[in-house]
Structures are given as structure tokens and as C-alpha cells.
């Protein structure tokens, strides 16, 4: 599994497991829009590969939906709090 799927399971404490070939199948979808860029680069083994960084555009629309993924959770919180 690649390096970034295996760290969002490290960070996530293995509640997330991701499916390698979704990952990269997304990567595409989100350079089109521009939310991510991709350059090559070459690993410590002389290897080549893909590096990601996100853009501008994509550090604004994460804010956005960082906002909205917490207003969805706060009601789905109080309406689990009113069903006490």
C-alpha cells in the first residue's frame, strides 16, 4: 500500500482503511479541479515517483469543507443527544 494510505490508517488508528487503487484513482479528479498539483520527483532508491502537494484553490475548498463536514456532525450530534 502506498505511504499516504498507510499513514491516514496510522493516523485514523486503523478506523480508516483505505483501498490503494481508490486513492489513486481520485488523484486525477482533484488535479482537474486544481485542488492538487503533482510533480516527479526521485525516492531515496534512485526510483521514480509522483509527488502531491495541494494548491491555494485546494487549501480554500478543504476550508470549506472542513466547515461544512463540522456543521453536518454538530446536528448529527444534537439530534443523537435529543434521542436520549
Not at 491516514?8 to 486525477?28: H, K, M, R
Not at 515517483?49 to 494548491?55: D, E, G, H, L, M
Not at 470549506?64 to 448529527?76: D, K, S
Amino acid at each position: 500500500m502506498g505511504s499516504g494510505s498507510r499513514r491516514i490508517e496510522q493516523v485514523s488508528e486503523d478506523v480508516l482503511s483505505l483501498n490503494e487503487g481508490t486513492v489513486y484513482t481520485s488523484l486525477p479528479r482533484l488535479q482537474q479541479r486544481r485542488w492538487i498539483d503533482s510533480n516527479w520527483g526521485v525516492l531515496e532508491n534512485n526510483r521514480r515517483a509522483r509527488f502531491y502537494s495541494i494548491t491555494r484553490r485546494g487549501l480554500k475548498q478543504l476550508a470549506f469543507e472542513t466547515e461544512n463536514w463540522e456543521r453536518i456532525a454538530g446536528v448529527i450530534g444534537r439530534v443523537l443527544g435529543l434521542e436520549d
